[in-house]
């Protein structure tokens, strides 16, 4: 029987016993719990590797977890099927596409065929995300009959991933509240309005020039047409091409959160992250709270583009963080990634020669940004239908934001559909505060108070977040300027009842006690969010400050877990005096856990990057053509194969359009390729309306 690498326990995450079955692959016994998809089960079972590629035999494993490649590929049950979409079942069989699979007998199908039935509504939604579930609770409430799609098995999309508690307003889009309770509450509200129709595992293959889009639930196919449409899809998330970066263990961050996050799987042991992002940051984050080691984040510019908070709560816990570096290769071998190697930039993006260095990692989370996943808005606004955008979709931000998004989008549909509402201004202004990038940061200052109790505010940069002013029940916390952007402030009468250490979304708030401690020394009360076996009264642990930079090892006095705190432990320290206002957090990870290798000890070089996964096409074989003249992405297409794989180019366009910027080649003079008319696969029995059994 194969190892398992399922969690079975979480800080922040409930971990239920599910049933077990077995299911075969490569012909051998795995197990696989109700409710997982393939990958994951996969994963679960220590399997990161699915198959190998037709073309050259590289090893294949998986990238996106959302359906937008084709990495993940195999045959289940007789069938091509995405693994990372696919539910796997009791007996299942599963085999890797190391050729091309035989076609299935004439009477594989006993297919009757039928009229293929159109829905209409008011109002269709495609993506039950928080903008797509806000458009539709606006809708509900107005009793507008509305069709939402989702292609999982739950709502709320990203929110099902996240964790952390959320920045941003408590009145307004749940800031203090984690994400994954959030989704709850969503979906809770959603299902009050019976004309709101929700279909989950259900996809939209595409519009149409009919002005209807074609949806598959499972083996059934049918029509909707909407008077409006709402795209609230989501992003998906960008490559990054270097050497190796094709190996298995290098994918998404967004699929990691969804292995560690949403289905329990451990799928690494010690990983490097490429971009310094909030994406890139959390799931930093969400793996040590798995208990993943985190060898260390990349970023090219000189600063973090993520909320310095997040950033900060990596460095406290022993993730160094590199900035101005980049990733200039991946080495492994067949059964995937075994090192990462990152160097040096200059201000012009110029590598350092001698500035190298390579970590020992089994995994590599590339975290460089998101793309709206738009084609069907872009399809649907070129043939005229009435259509609107909401969330990533329309442009990327943070999921409080898409929240705000999805319902100025839900009302704007309704007016336009003839109701009498009105947007409130506040709406609009909210959005786009929420929508912000960081603004100023300032300079490190704290207190040389040493008496009575106190918190201590370790938040220096400018993010819309209000939650510690909320909860304080002195009101003695409070932002400049009274603006979400504010910094926050302490000033007023403390009771040391800790609300605003626990509810912080940056965990950047401590609490400082010198009433009952010891000469010279005084308590400091820091959040903790991870497994509370790490740490015990008693155990000494070095203290840090807000850039993780060592103070002094304390010993902890008290762990306590109130009501109010919601899964964060309140751990309280005895520190020295002077050091107190500083104190920011405990270190976890030892400098140990970040493992450098020689240089000599990497294994397999590659001297070319990969820039379309699903044909195995080359970056020396596009800048050829690209040398020869060649400007159209459809000749590239035609000569290359590239865009012709199942993920349907969404992945190589993008490198593609780098190698033309790289070659001195404008963005005017190519012509962009043309995407096909469906936005995923799906058996021609299906979509012509067959009953297959």
């Known amino acids: ?36 998809v393939i990958s994951s089960s996969l994963f679960a079972n220590g399997i990161n590797v699915f198959g190998h590629h037709i073309k050259d035999g590289s090893p294949q494993g998986m990238f996106c977890a959302n359906g937008q490649c084709s990495q993940c590929t195999v045959i289940a049950d007789g069938l091509a099927v995405k693994a990372c979409m696919e539910p796997v079942k009791s007996g299942m069989k599963i085999y890797s596409c190391e050729e091309l699979p035989d076609l299935p007998p004439d009477d594989y199908y006993d297919a009757h065929f039928r009229d293929v039935e159109t829905k209409q509504c008011d109002v269709m939604v495609i993506g039950g995300g928080p903008a797509g579930i806000a458009a539709a ?10 069709i939402l799609v989702d292609d999982r098995a739950s709502l709320g999309g990203k929110l099902v991933l996240q964790t952390h508690t959320f920045f941003g307003s408590i009145a307004d889009c749940y800031a203090g ?57 989501g992003a998906r998330e960008k490559a990054l091409g270097f050497p190796g970066w094709d190996l298995p263990g290098v994918y998404g961050a967004g699929a990691f959160q969804t292995l560690v996050n949403r289905d329990l799987v451990r799928p690494s042991h010690r990983l490097f992250i490429i971009g310094g992002g909030n994406v890139g940051l959390i799931a930093g984050y969400h793996a040590i709270q798995a208990g993943i080691k985190v060898a260390g984040l990349v970023e090219a510019m000189p600063r973090v583009g993520g909320y310095k908070v997040h950033a900060d709560k990596l460095k406290r816990l022993g993730v160094p963080i590199y900035l101005s570096h980049t990733a200039i290769e991946a080495s492994g071998d067949d059964n995937g990634v075994k090192s990462i190697k990152i160097i040096r930039i200059d201000p012009f993006f110029n590598p350092i020669p001698g500035t190298e260095q390579a970590f020992d990692v ?15 808005y872009q399809f649907a606004k070129k043939i005229g239908m ?42 609009h202004e909210k959005s786009d505060i929420l929508k912000s990038r960081p603004g100023r940061t300032y300079p490190v200052k704290y207190s040389d108070r040493k008496e009575g109790v106190f918190p201590v505010i370790h938040c220096f940069q400018e993010i819309p977040c209000n939650p510690c002013t909320e909860v304080c029940p002195h009101n003695s916390i409070k932002i400049d300027n009274d603006t979400l952007m504010g910094i926050p402030s302490f000033d007023g009468k403390c009771s040391a009842c800790g609300k605003c250490v626990a509810i912080c979304p940056g965990l950047a708030i401590t609490l400082v006690d010198f009433r009952k401690s010891d000469e010279g020394f005084a308590h400091v009360t820091v959040p903790f969010e991870l497994l509370s076996e790490t740490i015990g009264v008693g155990d000494k642990f070095p203290v840090v400050d807000v850039d993780g930079n060592y103070i002094v090892d304390a010993e902890i006095l008290k762990i306590s877990n109130p009501k109010f705190a919601d899964r964060t432990l309140l751990v309280k320290l005895n520190v020295p005096a002077g050091h107190a206002c500083r104190v920011a957090g405990i270190r976890i990870q030892s400098p140990e856990d970040v493992k450098l290798v020689e240089k000599e000890a990497n294994k397999t070089k590659f001297e070319d990057v990969i820039v379309c996964k699903c044909s195995r096409v080359w970056d020396s074989e596009v800048r050829k053509l690209i040398r020869a003249g060649v400007r159209d992405m459809n000749q590239l297409k035609a000569e290359l194969n590239v865009g012709m794989g199942a993920c349907g180019g969404k992945t190589c366009e993008q490198l593609i359009n780098r190698i033309f910027r790289e070659e001195g080649v404008p963005e005017e003079e190519t012509t962009p390729m043309t995407y096909r008319p469906m936005n995923m696969e799906v058996t021609l029995g299906i979509f012509a309306g067959a009953d297959v059994g």
């Open 1 to 36: 029987m194969s190892k398992n690498e399922r969690l079975n326990k979480h800080p922040i995450l409930p971990i239920h016993e599910r049933d077990e079955f077995t299911f075969n692959f490569n012909d051998k016994e795995m197990i696989g719990i109700e409710g997982e």
């Open 137 to 146: 609770i606006e809708l509900g409430k107005l009793s507008r009959s509305v």
């Open 177 to 233: 509240t984690r994400g994954i309770d959030i989704a709850n509450i969503l979906k809770s509200e959603i299902h009050k309005y019976e004309n709101v129709k929700v279909f989950l595992n259900t996809s939209a293959l595409g519009v149409f020039v009919d002005k209807k889009i074609g949806v598959i639930q499972g083996k059934n196919y049918f029509l909707v047409k909407p008077s409006k449409l709402l795209v609230a899809a």
């Open 362 to 376: 089994d995994t590599v989370l590339i975290a460089v940004g998101l793309n709206p996943i738009s084609e069907m």
């Open 386 to 427: 009435d259509v609107y955008a909401a969330g990533d979709a329309a442009e990327i931000a943070e999921a409080s934001a898409a929240m705000f998004s999805g319902k100025i989008a839900g009302l704007t549909i309704a007016a336009d559909l003839g109701d009498d509402v009105e947007i409130p201004d506040e709406w």
